[in-house]
């Protein structure tokens, strides 16, 4: 039996590769970068995620103009519950949320400033901080890889002092989840039309 297992897996093998390409799961890339805290030179951590989404580049940059999609993304991990009321995200304005980490941790107050967005470009750059993290600053870009299927490429870099590290691992948990959340959302509204 232990010898017939491989030669079932190598003869499914092309199928179940088929099944998994079409939409892959999120790529990561970690580096040490230098960020800038209170004009002093730190060590900071970047990470860069890449997933494929299945819908359209356009569909997905009208969802991302959202609060709440942008919001509802993140969950669990991350819970933002806005101080005000904004529906939409507008560059140059500040919203401020608080923060809940990993559904029970209320983390007080995050701030997000929306520096840019370009639906044309499909980018987004988001300046975050609240807490102990001095430095989450978000770079989000959609590319079209056909009618159906966009490219969702994300760059994150944070420095969170002495607690740098631990807060790259998390934060790796919380692109992971933004990406699969999208991935499902969008695998579920496409089923029902």
């Given at each position: 039996?232990?010898?017939?297992?491989?030669?079932?897996?190598?003869?499914l093998s092309p199928i179940l590769l088929?099944?998994?390409?079409t939409l892959q799961s999120p790529t990561f890339s970690k580096q040490k970068v230098t960020v800038q805290v209170n004009g002093k030179a730190k060590q900071g951590i970047q990470w860069r995620v890449e997933s494929?989404?299945?819908t359209s580049a356009d569909s997905l940059i009208q969802e991302m103009h959202?609060?709440?999609?942008?919001?509802?993304?993140?969950?669990?991990?991350?819970?933002?519950?806005?101080?005000?009321d904004p529906i939409w995200i507008k560059p140059g304005r500040t919203d401020t949320f608080k923060l809940t980490v990993n559904r029970i941790?209320?983390?007080?107050?995050?701030m997000i400033y929306w520096e840019s967005f370009d639906p044309k470009?499909?980018?987004?750059?988001?300046?975050?901080?609240?807490?102990?993290?001095?430095?989450?600053?978000?770079?989000?870009?959609?590319?079209?890889l056909n009618d159906s299927t966009s490219i969702l490429s994300d760059q994150l870099v944070l420095h969170g002092g002495v607690l740098t590290g631990l807060t790259a691992l998390?934060?790796?948990g919380v692109l992971r989840r933004r990406h699969q959340n999208m991935t499902t959302y969008f695998k579920i509204k496409s089923s029902i039309k």
């Open positions: 039996m232990k010898r017939i297992i491989p030669w079932i897996a190598l003869a088929a099944a998994c390409s494929q989404v299945p959202v609060l709440s999609f942008w919001t509802a993304m993140l969950r669990p991990k991350v819970i933002l519950q806005p101080t005000s941790i209320p983390f007080g107050k995050h470009l499909g980018t987004l750059q988001t300046r975050e901080y609240g807490g102990y993290v001095k430095v989450w600053d978000n770079q989000i870009q959609i590319k079209s998390w934060a790796k």
